[in-house]
């Protein structure tokens, strides 16, 4: 019997996004937490750089063998146990697809890190409220260009892509949370606030949520 453990903490989007992966295949793993803020950051301990040196969470360990990158487990998680897919069958279509879920990973996300908000305090005095502000444009940013793109396209249906969820929604949900948890004003991004709240409403998305996970605080 396959086995599996998911390292993560439960504000972390990306453990979020994989948390919805693992939930929409039916995996549930052991669960490792590794918090990010106390003790200078868990995720700094030697221990944690043996599994990931880059000193970011998740990292999921199958069966021994240990991955990294929110969006390579859950790819490989995708291969393994193909139902439900996370990516549509056509070559377009997952171009569209990953082409969103990378809006979010790839530009949105990182630039809004603990450790580049870390590194805004302590390097160039940047307080709480300037932190805030970075998070929101740099959010906000994204999020225009994603609700243009979903808004205006046909192949957009209850879900970012079809009536389907994808590793898009599985980017965008978190990255949602995150808008709010820095009090950015979802207003002008209704489309992506209707797919959310139809995400939400799928369980997979809803047990995966921050709030319900056995290490919220
Ligand atoms: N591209 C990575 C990003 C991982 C990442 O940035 N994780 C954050 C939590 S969402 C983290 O571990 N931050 C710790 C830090 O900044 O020190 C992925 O998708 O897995």
Aim: hydrophobic fraction near 45%.
């Amino acid at each position: 019997m396959s086995e599996f453990a998911l390292y993560g903490y439960f504000r972390s989007s990306a453990a979020f996004r994989v948390r919805i992966a693992l939930n929409l295949k039916g995996i549930a793993p052991e669960l490792r937490f590794v918090h990010l803020l106390k003790d200078g950051g868990q995720q700094h301990t030697a221990e944690y750089r043996r599994l990931n040196p880059q000193a970011l969470i998740p990292a999921l360990v199958h069966d021994g063998h240990t991955i990294t990158q929110s969006l390579a487990i859950i790819e490989y998680l995708d291969e393994i146990a193909p139902a439900p897919p996370l990516l549509p069958r056509d070559a377009l279509g997952r171009a569209r697809v990953r082409s969103i879920a990378y809006a979010v990973a790839c530009d949105i996300h990182p630039v809004n890190n603990l450790r580049v908000n870390q590194y805004l305090k302590a390097e160039l005095g940047a307080d709480g409220e300037a932190q805030l502000a970075w998070q929101r444009h740099w959010i906000g940013l994204g999020f225009a260009a994603l609700e243009t793109m979903l808004a205006n396209d046909p192949a957009t249906g209850a879900f970012c892509h079809g009536d389907g969820a994808t590793i898009a929604d599985i980017c965008l949900i978190p990255q949602m949370a995150n808008a709010r948890r820095v009090g950015l004003d979802l207003a002008p991004y209704p489309t992506l606030a209707r797919i959310e709240a139809h995400a939400l409403a799928h369980p997979a998305f809803d047990a995966a949520k921050p709030a319900s996970q056995p290490d919220a605080e």
